[in-house]
């Protein structure tokens, strides 16, 4: 058996990892979650409570930044950390950086440590399609030098990022840097535009465009990142520090998402015309050739399943409050 350590475990993608380890078999899993309050607790514990009285996981309520974090852990060795916990999201971060600071990059240098100290050999990091700011030169390759994040968040994800580099450099250890795009699907984030929209549209509610609708997005499945991120556990290609894209390698306009969106529900949307945000960028495009060639990562979802799924999720979650 092996054991990995995954941070932020509870949240959307980190709950969609622990499922795909689970039902895989073979290994042990450590979350540690605080259950920030970003959004509800609530619906943090409901993303593992399949799992409860599974003696392969174990669920710590502790902070990345806490002291005591690898007491709390204590000595079984592990093989691998996965990093998922961050403060996420670009314009909160706006409003409160030194947090977003705090958690995103302090949190991970206390990852970094613990990894040293306790001899793991690979950390994967959960990194953003963000760090490349508004750079025109799509599709966006890992080798892209000279990148200009645009806001606080995606500062934040490229100083974790730097921080993995170094650490693999210094202290021998592998260190793999995904840097996921728009990922959408069951239990996505409630801030996050497709469950926003999904949400209130449903209810008749209007939904904030911001923009004229054109900014474009690289959408990409749960899943899809999640066979990514398994893929990344296991790397063998590349050198000891590698940054992989993990996206779905086409972009698709907000007004094309709201069609999509509409056409699946059966309801036209009331648009709310806002002016656009700062920190939103105009466009994000993947090159996955990087991923394919190391990885193995073909994502196979199209944007009209992966909404479908999400609706069902969606629909299966009012049905049980109802
Ligand atoms: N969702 C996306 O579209 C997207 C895109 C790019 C990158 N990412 C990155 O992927 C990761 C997961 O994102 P998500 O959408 O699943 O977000 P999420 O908020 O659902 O999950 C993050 C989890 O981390 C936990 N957490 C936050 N701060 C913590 C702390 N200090 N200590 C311990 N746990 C803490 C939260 O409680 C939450 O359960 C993040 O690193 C995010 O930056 C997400």
């Known amino acids: 058996m092996r054991h990995a350590l995954i941070t932020g475990g509870s949240g959307f993608i980190g709950s969609h990892l622990v499922d795909r380890l689970l039902a895989e078999g073979g290994w042990r899993i450590t979350v540690v ?5 970003f959004y509800s607790r609530e619906v943090k514990e409901s993303n593992l409570a399949k799992h409860q009285g599974n003696g392969s996981l174990r669920v710590i309520e502790a902070d990345i930044l806490d002291d005591d974090l690898g007491e709390r852990i204590g000595s079984d060795p592990i093989d691998l950390i996965v990093h998922i916990a961050a403060k996420a999201g670009v314009r909160p971060s706006i409003k409160d950086p030194i947090a977003y600071h705090r958690v995103n990059v302090t949190g991970t240098l206390k990852l970094l440590e613990l990894a040293r100290h ?3 050999p690979h950390f994967v990091l959960a990194s953003s399609s963000s760090v490349y700011g508004v750079d025109p030169n799509v599709p966006w390759k890992e080798q892209e030098l000279g990148l200009k994040p645009i806001s606080p968040y995606a500062a934040t ?5 730097q921080f993995g580099q170094v650490y693999a450099r210094l202290h021998g250890m592998k260190v793999t840097a995904l840097r996921f795009f728009t990922v959408y699907g069951p239990r996505q984030r409630p801030d996050l535009a497709i469950h926003q929209f999904f949400r209130k549209i449903k209810a008749g509610v209007p939904i904030q465009q911001f923009g004229d609708g054109t900014t474009r997005r690289d959408y990409t499945f749960v899943d899809d990142i ?5 893929a990344a556990m296991d790397r063998t290609k590349g050198e000891r520090f ?7 390698s086409g972009t698709v306009m907000l007004k094309e998402l709201i069609a999509a969106i509409e056409a699946e529900i059966g309801m036209k949307a009331v648009i709310d015309l806002q002016p656009e945000q700062p920190g939103d960028v105009p466009q994000t495009f993947a090159d996955t050739g990087k991923s394919l060639r190391d990885l193995g990562f073909a994502p196979s979802t199209p944007l009209v399943v992966g909404l479908k799924r999400f609706h069902e999720w969606m629909l299966a979650v009012e049905a049980v409050k109802q």
């Not at 590698?242 to 779905?248: A, R, T």
Request: charged share 25%; aromatic share 8%.
């Open 242 to 248: 590698e940054i992989y894209n993990l996206g779905n």
């Open 118 to 120: 306790g001899n793991v």
């Open 33 to 37: 979650d605080n259950y920030d309050p």
């Open 157 to 161: 994800k490229l100083a974790a990022e």
């Open 226 to 230: 999640v066979t990514g991120v398994r």
